[in-house]
């Protein structure tokens, strides 16, 4: 994504601090969120990762109220979220989801725009999707097409352009690139991740991905049962000592990595 186009957050922006001060959430007896107390800094980039059901997108889903906690809360810059309107909030919220939610009959400038519509009642004016559209590698042109004219990572790219539209600090993703081929999946993560940095982001993304995690992340929470079992930097997960549920995530890649190396190593003995 590109680094060029001019936007209005200036470059020395941090994104909010988020805090979760106790937050549990329970469907019945099943508990999806079981107390978690944790703090982001300002401009970090903290992933989620976690087995299916371990609650990391309804953790990620309490900042900006699309769940509800039943105990507890978030803050983001010392604010409770639930100070706020739930359609005010997510305003200044940027929310981008795997299957990416383009309204079809949309051009993608009408999409990008969506939320500056449902705010003022006017069309983001045209100079700003162009900057937008800029800022997430998309030619200016694509502004008049459709979603089903574009390929699933040029979606996801305006996904992303929409949820910037609002200039957000803090910005939430939801398995953002779970539906995308690895070669686009690789490159919008990295371009994201120097999109973040540019632009002072606070962001927290759920993954399924460990490697993923690794690669972009600041700081990675490994869920467990609807707890945090372990909070880390990617150096650390990966020196090991974080705990068993850590250790068979980050085994997963590893165990990737030397069976592709064997299997070189293999390939050149043939081959000598």
Avoid at 17 to 42: L, N
Avoid at 145 to 172: D, F, I, K, Y
Avoid at 183 to 202: C, F
Wanted: a negative charge; proline letters at 6%.
């Amino acid at each position: 994504m590109a680094t060029s186009p001019s936007f209005s957050r200036p470059a020395s922006a941090r994104g909010p601090a988020v805090a979760f001060e106790g937050v549990a959430k329970a469907y019945g007896s099943t508990v999806a969120i079981a107390c978690v107390d944790a703090t982001i800094s300002p401009g970090t980039f903290v992933a989620i990762v976690g087995s299916s059901g371990s609650g990391k997108s309804t953790l990620l889903k309490t900042v900006n109220r699309l769940i509800e906690p039943d105990t507890g809360n978030v803050r983001i810059d010392g604010a409770d979220v639930a100070s706020q309107e739930p359609h005010q909030l997510r305003r200044s919220i940027g929310y981008v989801f795997q299957n990416i939610g383009l309204f079809p009959h949309m051009t993608v400038a009408q999409n990008i725009g969506i939320g500056a519509r449902l705010a003022t009642g006017k069309p983001l004016a045209e100079a700003r999707v162009a900057t937008l559209l800029d800022l997430v590698d998309l030619p200016r042109d694509f502004a008049a097409r459709l979603p089903e004219q574009l390929s699933g990572g040029q979606q996801q790219r305006v996904g992303v352009a929409r949820a910037l539209a609002g200039e957000p600090g803090l910005m939430l993703m939801d398995e953002p690139f779970g539906a995308l081929d690895p070669v686009t999946r690789e490159a919008l993560g990295e371009q994201y991740r120097a999109l973040h940095e540019r632009l002072g982001l606070t962001t927290i993304m759920v993954t399924h991905d460990m490697a993923e995690a690794l690669l972009f992340a600041d700081r990675v929470w490994v869920m467990d049962a609807g707890r945090i079992a372990a909070d880390a930097t990617p150096a650390q997960l990966i020196a090991g000592g974080c705990g068993a549920e850590a250790e068979a995530l980050v085994a997963v890649p590893r165990l990737q990595a030397e069976r592709i190396t064997a299997m070189r190593h293999a390939e050149g003995k043939l081959g000598a």
